[in-house]
């Protein structure tokens, strides 16, 4: 193996536990708080969990561990896309299961879900462990993106898991499949399997986030690493003075990532999806506002700056979802092989003027070709079109530039425009994870196995505080029904972890809101730059502006 | 003005000097080596320079200043693309120059060469240079592309600088600008005008090297910055195992970045331009080599892996450059207007059939669509194909996706090919200079102020030893005439310093060719993470393995 200078010194960094959890296990003890609910529908969630439903939240404090001595087989996941720190879990885990009882096992269940249902793991022990310690990527087991919920797979693993003799499993994931946690840690409790279910808050997108849990890990390290490459780009913009830079960031349905990128470099432009839906802006509207920008500076500071704009975000402009419901339609069963005969582009965009509703067609004629183009020519295998791939930074610059020649056209604009586009998204995904990440997901492990020896089930490993200094965060559990609502998924009414979109009266945004006008004329980059995992406390232990505004840290 | 947590800090750090250098200014002297010789032609470049060829190689040592004290007015640009350091030669420059004698001055020029036409200046003082010590950038005075050359130009330059009253210019720049540096110099000498002139190695392409120059600064930076998002792209593809990411970066005529970042992340492939064109490799032999890959990773390793494409590819590949040179014969003056004319693709299609000959329309037909398309319908203003704008990173993924298309015909490839496309460039141009970079950049400036003080015109900065520790780093100058030697451009026979590609018997290129094999096939990737300007020096002080490799010191 080709280690790098940085790999072999972070193999050496000690991650900072919650000053209550360094002890030693002997002196941790449980501290029972109030019975919880469910954030809503109270009834049904309930019903739906009658085993685990209820149950008290904890935190753990000094004092002599009061656990019952048993010999425990762990088993471990990793599920869904990656994120930084996802090894930091398992070697907490680890490390607090080895100091417990050498006797403890862990195992490592390979790919995802899918590990569990094919039984397929790896048995971790010291020189496995050490070869991954603060280190970036899933690569430790894999992750994958089965989804865990029917009776016929818990059926599975729960037989799995009995062949391996296993007491517990931790499951590391977003909110899916934490709220499948919560539905094998009850089908478990409910065939007296004795086997416990731990989840723990895994997703660089940032909407696993509510009054509980604070962070999901893996959103400082992303967020950092997209922020100092956008804030190099500012730079380069600032130096060079002659481009406009779209920069897509990753983020499908929540635009966390985004914000938190804007709110750390100060671009001229950030979109948020939230807030396109909630004021159902059109197309034009935002390459107006866009351009607006762009004619502004080019008459005080010059003909450059910075956009952010969210991956997901042509899925939150009404008249796009619109138009794309009636493209489906209109392509619907038969209707492709007729429009796959026409002879040329020219047949085909007639075909498409006189098959939308003329609102539509308005919205599709704005669009530029090669976006037209791709909205027809690219069908997933149900024939729908692939929002997925739409390039918006190609877009919206493409809609602005439309935009800024009518100003031009009309003698208001006098400025030269020129777009350059970058996507960040795989960069972000498996950086070494920050100090933050480092010392918030080992935490997460070590304290996942304090809930194991303590007995608890369909718990979320909780680590809070997070905008403190680690020696004051506060560990614990939380029961993962506390989180849950019914929400309609594919037609069906299901118990979920309310996903966390960004909120439009809330402290990150709001912060964002007061500056962005005066970052959409002036040059207010700011520039991060690279992660530092030494140095000043200041430069390497801070977590991310969102959080710091959300506790009122920041103002 | 909001700075970063890091920003901040790097204000406080102190640059590191060569050793001689750090006496204080009085303890400062000078050695002075062998008169020098142009690399070649050296009868043509004497005639060209005969007040500034020939001169001595001169290094710094530890010694009585026997400079004459003098008040130096000095001018200042940065010339061309951004480059990691540039703000640090200015710092360096300054403190040398205000260090020497309170009443010296320093001016920027703004807007690269444009500043000494223009006239168009800044006077720095303390808390101007104070705000960019140690950043990223060339926004302290922005930078220009405009190049220095005809006489004419030289005349308003010199009568700019006696107005101000100059004492000397230091150009930092590429090899270009340095060329243009040492014209200048001859100039200013030739006219007794009594103006120095000094330059200063810059380019994150690495191809201003030689046996005088070991490294241009930035170059450090930039491919280290690019290196961090390789390596977590790498580690996310063995995360995830289903994609083949194709990461473009770049360097349009020299392929050292691409190589470095191959030597730093050993990635399953790396094109090298500079082997392609000797080796004289067709687009399918490219193709089909990066498909062999991909085909031994699906039998053993998985579906997945890491290609890096240097930018300037295509022109390297000798079928491509005969296909260009045909379309561009093909569609010359009035042939645009009738190929525009045709109705639609498949006509032009013909035409461009009818009019290429057999070899390059075998070319051509290999190609994907909308390179196709892009080759005919985007066109620089004198009619010709813009080579640069040609994705190559999907060029590439598009050639391979058809070779193994064929193979999976033919029952030999039963692997899955998915592939992701990135571009690196303008993340690197700007991040906060490396400490090396900020070492060897200050150094730079500082040393190349100690030429001026001791009166010497036409040399190059020059700082050697610098794969060892900065203490251990030799200061001097070296005349920039000797660099050069006469090549044609424009149709004329011109003296130019001589770009340095990748030599493929040097140490570095032989390394990779050594290690290739393996990589193509075994998962050996190396996840160097972000820029640390903290922490152990094994991990903050260290440059480029090209660097180590020309020295001897890997082996």
């Known amino acids: 193996m080709n280690l790098s200078p940085l790999q072999k010194a972070r193999y050496e960094y000690a991650p900072k536990l919650p000053g209550m959890l360094r002890n030693g296990i002997s002196e941790i003890c449980v501290k029972e708080g109030n019975e919880t609910q469910s954030v809503a529908d109270q009834d049904k969630i309930k019903a739906l969990f009658p085993n685990t439903y209820g149950k008290k939240e904890i935190t753990f404090e000094k004092g002599q561990n009061t656990s019952t001595a048993k010999k425990h087989v762990v088993g471990v996941i990793l599920s869904g896309g990656q994120a930084p720190g996802g090894h930091n879990v398992i070697t907490g885990l680890y490390d607090a299961l080895k100091a417990t009882n050498k006797e403890n096992v862990l195992y490592g269940f390979k790919g995802g879900p899918d590990g569990l249902l094919k039984n397929d793991y790896v048995t971790f022990d010291d020189a496995f462990i050490d070869a991954y310690r603060n280190t970036g990527g899933f690569d430790i087991i894999g992750s994958g993106r089965t989804k865990l919920e029917t009776k016929e797979q818990f059926a599975i693993v729960a037989e799995n898991a009995k062949k391996n003799g296993l007491t517990a499993i931790v499951i590391i994931g977003g909110d899916d499949s934490n709220t499948n946690a919560a539905t094998l840690a009850e089908y478990m409790a409910a065939n007296n399997t004795g086997i416990q279910v731990i989840g723990c808050p895994k997703t660089i997108d940032g909407d696993l986030k509510n009054e509980d849990i604070e962070a999901s890990f893996g959103f400082d390290t992303a967020t950092k690493t997209y ?236 680590v809070s505080n997070l905008a403190k200094p680690a020696e004051e965060w506060v560990a614990g559990g939380m029961p993962i029904t506390k989180m849950m609502n019914m929400e309609r998924r594919n037609g069906e009414d299901k118990p979920v972890i309310r996903k966390a979109l960004v909120e439009l009266d809330g402290a990150p945004f709001k912060y964002f809101e007061a500056h962005r006008d005066a970052w959409a004329v002036e040059t207010a980059f700011t520039y991060p730059g690279a992660i530092q995992y030494y140095g000043p406390s200041s430069v390497c232990d801070i977590t991310t502006k969102t959080l710091a505004l959300e506790k009122g840290l920041l103002k």
């Open 227 to 462: 922020s100092e490459v956008i804030g190099n780009i500012e730079r380069d913009a600032n130096s060079a003075k002659k481009y406009w830079h779209f920069v897509k960031v990753m983020g499908r349905s929540a635009s966390h990532v985004a914000l938190e990128c804007a709110l750390e470099t100060q671009p001229n432009i950030c979109l948020i999806g939230e807030e396109v839906k909630a004021k159902k802006m059109s197309l034009s509207q935002i390459a107006s506002q866009i351009a607006d920008s762009v004619e502004k500076r080019a008459e005080s500071a010059g003909n450059f700056g910075v956009a952010i704009i969210p991956e997901g975000i042509v899925e939150f402009v009404p008249e796009f979802s619109v138009l794309i419901a009636e493209i489906n339609e209109l392509l619907a069963g038969k209707k492709t092989e007729e429009f796959n005969a026409l002879p040329n582009w020219a047949a085909k965009y007639e075909f498409i003027k006189a098959g939308l509703t003329a609102e539509s067609f308005a919205v599709f004629a704005l669009l530029p070709e090669f976006v037209q183009q791709q909205l027809f020519l690219e069908r997933d295998p149900h024939g729908n079109v692939q929002v997925s791939l739409i390039e918006s930074e190609k877009l919206f610059s493409a809609l602005v530039k439309d935009e800024l020649d009518k100003r031009k056209a009309a003698g208001t604009y006098k400025g030269k425009f020129a777009a350059l586009h970058h996507f960040f998204g795989y960069e972000g995904r498996c950086a070494f994870p920050s100090n933050f990440d480092a010392d918030y997901c080992y935490s997460l492990g070590y304290n996942a196995f304090m809930l194991i020896q303590y007995g608890y089930t369909g718990y979320l490993s909780k």
